[in-house]
Nanobody, 120 residues
Framework: QVQLVESGGGLVQPGGSLRLSCTTSGSIFSISTMGWYRQAPGNQRELVARSIRGGSTNYADSVKGRFTISRDNAKNTVYLEMSSLKPEDTAVYYC??????????????WGQGTQVTVSS
């Protein structure tokens, strides 16, 4: 089965930094769009950042300038570097792989989620 293994969550003070990691198989990683989503209690799951395998990235307005998504192809790993963290960043963060199944279709695979709590 396809697995996306996340790590790096934890408790951090406002203004602090964390780096999340997500590792999957090369067969998935090599052709998938990788992204990070988050979901806080009572909220919809929202896209935080996305990395297309060609190199382009995009970010939610709420994290632009503070978060950076990157890919290490040799390690089949996508990272989310988070800085200047705010309490409103508190959420469960999910790694996502959008795996192409056809010219215009794809399948979503999800990590188990990792808790990020920003609090003093």
């Amino acid at each position: 089965q396809v697995q996306l293994v996340e790590s790096g969550g934890g408790l951090v003070q406002p203004g602090g930094s964390l780096r999340l990691s997500c590792t999957t198989s090369g067969s998935i990683f090599s052709i998938s769009t990788m992204g990070w989503y988050r979901q806080a209690p009572g909220n919809q799951r929202e896209l935080v950042a996305r990395s297309i395998r060609g190199g382009s990235t995009n970010y939610a307005d709420s994290v632009k300038g503070r978060f950076t998504i990157s890919r290490d192809n040799a390690k089949n790993t996508v990272y989310l570097e988070m800085s200047s963290l705010k309490p409103e960043d508190t959420a469960v963060y999910y790694c996502n792989a959008k795996y192409p199944t056809g010219p215009m279709t794809s399948r979503d695979y999800w990590g188990q989620g990792t808790q990020v709590t920003v609090s003093s």
